[in-house]
């Protein structure tokens, strides 16, 4: 325990039931983060950890400007940085109808709707007690699958050697905000040779540990372990924040696998396009050691703002990095979101597969690098995007990157943009079809090599929801 | 079951069809013979409801009701069929996933139920058993990679699950080697008997050898030129489309 | 030094490394450009090549080929912007870059939101013939209309050792064998439109 501040027993607020003084002081400087840290009994190391991100936040003193995405200033003084509750709704008929209607497309069971609306779980289905169950179970396979405040309280070295190995706290604007003032969030380890016996979810304790603002996510697979992962839940999700800055770190050891899933559906804002979360987010995996695969499967359905770029660094030899993506926008949706692949380690292999679907008002943006140093002989990259236009009034872009220093490696990038087949709408109509109808089937066909990289019962979810964000995309 | 008066088509300002009119009564056989470019397709396209023609004059009642102004869908539920001449391919759909769609959207017109996998795979077996079509095709990508016969068998295989009322047949020959194009036929002549009515669009009389048309007309320029029995297509296979009067 | 055109009809563009740096094309109607340039990289240079379709049914066709060698730094820049509709563009670069030389390859598809039914084609090939070579590849669709078919490729690779092992059977000697795989990757564009600089390319690749 020596690694923790001295625990102040008198501390007059605990810090689960201050509500009140919490949210009476927003604002990020160097007083909230000490307060902050001391009532989350941190670690002096993490503290200082979180000083010096700060520091290095306040000298870059505004967000990267070189995206496509166009946002209102966002005002960092009104943030504030405690992990403020949620809060708890008594009863379904609180619940904006909109999200209710949802829930009922996706075929979700009504006390699966109270519990992801965030309403107070009745006695029908203990949520808790399921994850606890699911937890013994890992345990007893020496996986660590917990919160991150939990596993900064009881894996506290564990967390002081990864934490920010992949993600530096000098890395971006919006990590180095997350760094300074992250407050929970997944931790997993996965020790040697284990492969996790089950999809590992934030799902299963989402009603006990709500996840804030600042999420931080951190998954170690030893040597020649396995384990998927799946982030969030399907469920559309409102939320008064407006900033998402989360950071998700992944290492893989020796012939490890990670394969980390995530199906986002936050609120996108309205139809005029006011309102919705501005998602910034840093996700950075490394094979750090030979034979090492990292893949990242992402569905992007939500957010009024979605700027990430889910990478991996193949350090190790003979190492793999994949990025399958499906990002959907409508709306006056914004993404910008794509991929890198840096290649060090020689016979290293990457995939990149994106498939964009525009409607509405929408503004999509694929924008990836790959790069093949030159000690990483005998190297591949494959790279795809392909964007499927449904709006005369949607903006796509591609933006790829691609550089190689050594001359035993092969890129190859392909991208293609068109408008969705009329012959083929008119065909699926003569079969009987509405407009719709067969849009969403040749949508879905265009998604298909994504959807089959998703686990299975995950990918007839992403399939109900893409065809629910597709309704009324035909202007 | 369908009456076609004095239509007229543009399409881009080029007049394609001109005045033509038609009537087809149920358990009827129409073959529509014709040179390329005489409007063949375009008639079928029209009926079918493609959006990118103008319909400039005339009408088309379909089982007593205005065809024209109905939705593409909405022809197809009320029992219009067209087997395209070149069918679309849609890369990433399974074909059963879709040919189960079809089916379903036009069950729940009906207000029948719904199949579930389950049910629609018995109905497959049998369907697909009576067009001796390999079972793998099921579960390849709709018409990906399909040979032009192969597509032409699928497009028979979605009339034999509709069973509509009213088929158009645009060169369903194409494609098909001697033993599929006898087979189709064999099946044509088992709808017939379900007073199914036919428009059979060719080229050549190889499928006249097999069904006996009610009628046989010859168009040309957007025009029908001559109508008759099955003699008049063996008398052009003879002399030729443009010296027939 | 800047060459600015404004063509309203076909126009024949061949370009070479003595060319300016910059030539920026304004395509009216229904016009049509056949660009085609080879270029033998000195020191450090930057040349970019910028065609406007401004006017409905123009069409262009771009064909460069860049040799890049010793130490030299090659940017090219290859933008085209669909500005009214109905136009059609296809772009072709071919790289090839040896000893320490570096590259970078910068090329736009630009589509405005009135550039209906505008089709676009854009493709990079680059080969490194030396394991101090480095390229780095920027193709950028931006596009504003729905009603498109725009596609672009980018492949950087090395002459495959198996194709050299098949050359070598036949009793050809390294350097030959060079020749005859990089001739093989140029030949469409050097023989139609720069016969005269098949020696040029002979020279470049033994130097």
């Known amino acids: 325990m020596s690694n923790f501040l001295p625990y102040e027993e008198n501390y007059k607020y605990g810090f689960s039931t201050d509500i009140e003084s919490d949210t009476m002081l927003p604002g990020i400087n160097e007083s909230t983060i000490r307060i902050m840290s001391k009532k989350r009994r941190e670690p002096s190391w993490l503290l200082n950890w979180r000083l010096k991100a700060y520091n290095h936040w306040c000298s870059l003193k505004q967000e990267p400007r070189w995206s496509e995405v166009k946002y209102a200033p966002i005002n960092y003084d009104k943030i504030s940085i405690f992990a403020t509750p949620k809060k708890k709704i008594d009863s379904l008929d609180e619940v904006d109808p909109e999200i209710i209607k949802t829930y009922q497309k996706l075929g979700i069971p009504l006390h699966e709707q109270k519990k992801l609306a965030n309403v107070a779980v009745d006695a029908i289905f203990d949520s808790v007690s399921v994850a606890t169950t699911f937890k013994n179970h890992l345990l007893s396979l020496g996986i660590l699958f917990c919160s991150f405040s939990e596993a900064i309280e009881k894996y506290p070295d564990i967390v002081q050697k990864y934490l920010g190995s992949v993600v530096p706290i000098n890395d971006n604007f919006f990590s180095s905000l997350n760094s300074a003032v992250f407050s929970d969030g997944s931790f997993c380890y996965i020790p040697e040779n284990v492969k996790c016996p089950m999809e590992l979810s934030t799902y299963f304790r989402l009603n006990n540990q709500l996840i804030g603002q600042f999420e931080r996510t951190l998954i170690i697979a030893n040597a020649g372990s396995f384990v998927s992962y799946l982030e969030g839940c399907s469920a559309p999700r409102r939320d008064n924040n407006q900033l998402h800055a989360a950071v998700v770190e992944l290492v893989a050891l020796g012939n490890a696998e990670i394969k980390y899933a995530t199906v986002q559906n936050w609120y996108p804002g309205n139809k005029q396009g006011v309102g919705g979360i501005f998602n910034f987010v840093t996700k950075r995996g490394i094979c750090k050691e030979k034979s090492a695969k990292i893949s990242w499967i992402q569905i992007e359905n939500g957010s009024a703002i979605t700027w990430k770029y889910p990478s991996v660094i193949l350090k190790g030899e003979d190492t793999i990095g994949e990025f399958y993506s499906i990002a959907i926008t409508n709306g006056h949706q914004q993404a910008d979101t794509g991929s890198k692949m840096i290649h060090i380690g020689s016979n290293s292999y990457s995939t990149i597969i994106s498939k964009s679907i525009l409607a509405g008002h929408s503004k999509n943006t694929y924008r990836g690098l790959v790069k093949i140093q030159a000690q990483a002989t005998q190297s591949r990259n494959y790279s795809q995007c392909d964007s499927l236009l449904l709006s005369a009034t949607s903006e796509s872009n591609t933006i790829p990157h691609l550089c190689t220093y050594n001359d035993s490696s092969i890129l190859e990038h392909e991208a293609s943009t068109s408008k969705v087949n009329e012959d083929q709408i008119f065909y699926c109509q003569q079969r009987g079809l509405s407009v719709e109808e067969s849009i969403n089937l040749i949508v879905s066909g265009f998604c298909k090599s994504i959807f089959q990289k998703l686990p299975m019962e995950f990918a007839v979810e992403a399939q109900k929801l893409l065809s629910l964000s597709l309704e009324n995309a035909i202007g | 079951m369908l009456n076609i008066n004095q239509l007229t088509i543009t399409l881009k300002d080029k007049l394609i069809l001109d005045k033509l009119s038609l009537e087809i009564h149920p358990g009827e056989i129409h073959v529509i013979m014709g040179p390329n470019g005489s409007g063949k397709s375009t008639l079928a396209q029209v009926l079918a409801g493609n959006p990118i023609y103008n319909v400039s004059n005339g009408f088309v009642l379909f089982k007593g009701e205005n065809l024209l102004n109905q939705k593409p869908e909405l022809r197809s539920l009320n029992g219009l069929f067209l087997a395209f001449q070149s069918p679309v391919e849609i890369s990433g759909l399974n074909n059963m996933y879709f040919l189960k769609s079809m089916l379903n959207a036009h069950r729940k017109f009906k207000n029948l139920s719904e199949l579930d996998s389950i049910e629609f795979l018995t109905l497959i077996d049998l369907k697909i058993e009576q067009l001796k079509i390999e079972k793998s095709s099921l579960g390849r990508n709709f018409n990906n990679g399909f040979s032009g016969g192969e597509k032409k068998m699928n497009e028979m295989l979605q009339i034999l699950l509709l069973e509509p009322d009213l088929i158009i047949l645009d060169e369903i020959d194409s494609g098909l080697d001697i033993d599929a194009l006898k087979l189709v036929m064999f099946n044509i002549s088992s709808l017939l008997k379900k007073q199914k009515s036919f428009i059979i669009i060719t080229h050549y009389t190889k499928v006249l050898e097999y069904i006996q048309p009610n009628f046989v007309h010859i168009l040309s320029h957007g025009k029908i030129v001559k109508s008759g029995t099955r003699e008049i297509a063996f008398q052009i296979e003879q002399v030729g489309y443009e010296n027939i009067h | ?207």
């Open chain 3, 1 to 207: 030094m800047k060459t600015y055109i404004k063509s309203h009809k076909t126009l024949n563009l061949l370009l070479d490394s003595q060319s300016s740096p910059l030539v920026v094309v304004e395509m009216e109607k229904e016009s049509h450009l056949f660009l085609t340039k080879i270029n033998f990289a000195k020191k450090k240079e930057k040349n970019r090549i910028e065609v406007l379709l401004n006017g409905e049914n123009s069409t262009c066709e771009i064909k460069v080929i860049d040799l890049v060698g010793e130490d030299h730094l090659l940017e090219t820049e290859i933008f085209v912007f669909h500005n009214e509709p109905n136009c059609k563009s296809n772009q072709i670069h071919k790289g090839l870059y040896k000893d320490s030389a570096h590259g970078i390859v910068k090329s736009m598809i630009f589509i405005d939101q009135k550039a209906g039914k505008s089709n676009a084609m854009q493709l990079s090939q680059n080969i490194l013939l030396s394991s101090f070579a480095k390229v780095s590849a920027k193709p950028i669709l931006k596009i504003k209309s729905m009603d498109v078919e725009c596609k672009h490729g980018v492949s950087i690779g090395f002459i495959e050792q198996h194709l050299f092992y098949y050359l070598k059977t036949r009793g050809m000697s390294d350097q030959e064998a060079k020749y005859l795989i990089i001739h093989g990757f140029i030949s469409d564009i050097l023989l139609t439109y720069f016969p005269s600089y098949e020696k040029a390319l002979n020279l470049w690749i033994n130097r």
